[in-house]
């Protein structure tokens, strides 16, 4: 149809190429995916021919990028931003095909002969297709380079919308407070963002992986910019995720509560990290109007406490909204805090994971009408208990195994939440 009409000739001709190469990929490559996977996609075959184009842009892009950042950083980071579209456009579709109903279906399990039977099969069929059917190139119809000005026109406008919404318009400051409490698993990781835009990264997790994937999606994708990482103390599912992130990005100081651990991730943060400050209950800063404050440890040091219940605990405010960043203490430091005095927060960060170690009182004394739990799916502990949950009462609880990423936006006055899996 479309050779008789002349529709073809609407296309470029290099297009055409790049989407018959592709078909001709997948059709090959079918029977190794069924026996390989036991799972045959229908929309594969589509979405392949549509991002061909892209991917013959984005792969060497991305080459270049790595060469030329080899050899000098800054322009390496030119390169990545330009090669930034096409990738990023590539795994939004695959994403977006994927979660089409019926996008794939599953294969009964089949063996090799079987396998090189249905690929003999396409071959033979494609070959005659290609020596019967394969058409004459059409006459291109009057308008054919009319409809191809306007296709191009209507990319280039594509794409400079895309820019402006993901690039330009987040160029500006936040102007509120945003408080991440990022989905690593079983750890925690709290990613910070100040009124003005500098961000603090309170722990990270136990993967490095997760981590750099979980802060990625929170900065802007030219900014490599964290100007805080707090540890609250060295164990690993609080510190296994900030070699890489040390690695990563550029940060701008490093802070702990001083306490040492002896295992290889932390010995991998000490060399990261070589200039560490040390950080006691009485220290506090202010960012963007944002207040950070340090109840806990003493001044005198986490070393006279388990490596639990000497962990940094802070208090976030910014304007009438305030957070409670408890990482793992338990019991003993939780009685100290609520002898220092009245202790409120809007939000607070369930303390260990939402484990039993939390004393109930103090869940109470604290008085939230949030609270997050750092938590990974099916944890092998348990996690949260059931008495935890039991003593946060009508308090709302979002936890991250459920819920995933959990971000809480302040205007210093109110506070929305919003939860991303």
Excluded: C
Excluded at 395 to 419: A, C, N, P
Aim: aromatic residues 6%.
């Amino acid at each position: 149809i479309a050779q008789r009409t002349g529709a073809l000739a609407l296309i470029p001709p290099g297009l055409i190429e790049v989407f018959a190469l592709s078909l001709a990929a997948t059709a090959a490559t079918t029977p190794i995916v069924w026996t390989t996977f036991g799972r045959i996609s229908l929309v594969g075959p589509f979405v392949n021919a549509l991002m061909a184009p892209v991917i013959a842009i984005a792969f060497p892009a991305a080459l270049l990028t790595a060469i030329v950042g080899a050899i000098w950083a800054p322009l390496g980071w030119l390169g990545g931003l330009a090669t930034y579209y096409p990738l990023t456009f590539i795994i939004w579709s695959a994403e977006t095909a994927a979660a089409v109903p019926f996008a794939s279906f599953s294969t009964p399990a089949t063996g090799d002969q079987a396998t090189a039977v249905v690929a003999v099969s396409l071959a033979i069929v494609g070959w005659l297709g290609y020596i019967r059917l394969a058409p004459e190139p059409p006459r291109p119809p009057p308008a054919a380079n009319v409809v191809r000005q306007a296709g191009l026109l209507a990319s280039g406008g594509a794409l400079a919308l895309v820019v402006l919404r993901t690039s330009l318009l987040p160029m500006g400051s936040p102007g509120e407070l945003t408080v991440s409490f990022l989905d690593v698993g079983q750890g925690d990781a709290i990613l910070i963002t100040a009124p003005g835009g500098r961000r603090t990264l309170v722990d990270g997790g136990p993967s490095g992986i997760e981590l750099a994937r979980q802060v990625s999606s929170q900065l802007p994708h030219w900014s490599r910019r964290i100007d805080r990482v707090i540890l609250t103390h060295p164990q690993e599912d609080h510190a296994g995720g900030l070699p890489e992130i040390l690695r990563r990005y550029d940060i701008g100081e490093v802070l702990t509560n001083g306490a040492t651990n002896q295992t290889s991730t932390l010995r991998l943060f000490a060399a990261e990290a070589p200039t560490r400050r040390t950080l006691a209950r009485g220290d506090s800063w202010k960012d963007g109007g944002v207040r950070f404050e340090v109840l806990w440890p003493p001044p005198d040091g986490a070393d006279g406490f388990s490596l639990n219940d000497g962990g940094l605990v802070l208090l976030v405010t910014y304007g009438e909204t305030s957070f409670l960043l408890t990482a793992d203490v338990e019991k003993a430091a939780q009685a100290a805090l609520l002898a220092g005095g009245p202790l409120k927060a809007d939000v607070l960060k369930t303390p260990h994971h939402g484990s039993k170690t939390s004393d109930p009182a103090f869940l109470r004394a604290v008085g939230s009408s949030l609270a997050v739990i750092l938590v990974g799916e099916s944890n092998r502990f348990g996690h949260p208990a059931r008495e935890t949950l039991a003593a946060l009462g009508g308090t709302r609880v979002l936890r991250t195994d459920l819920d995933g990423r959990v971000t809480i936006h302040s205007d210093g006055r109110r506070l929305s939440v919003s939860t991303e899996r």
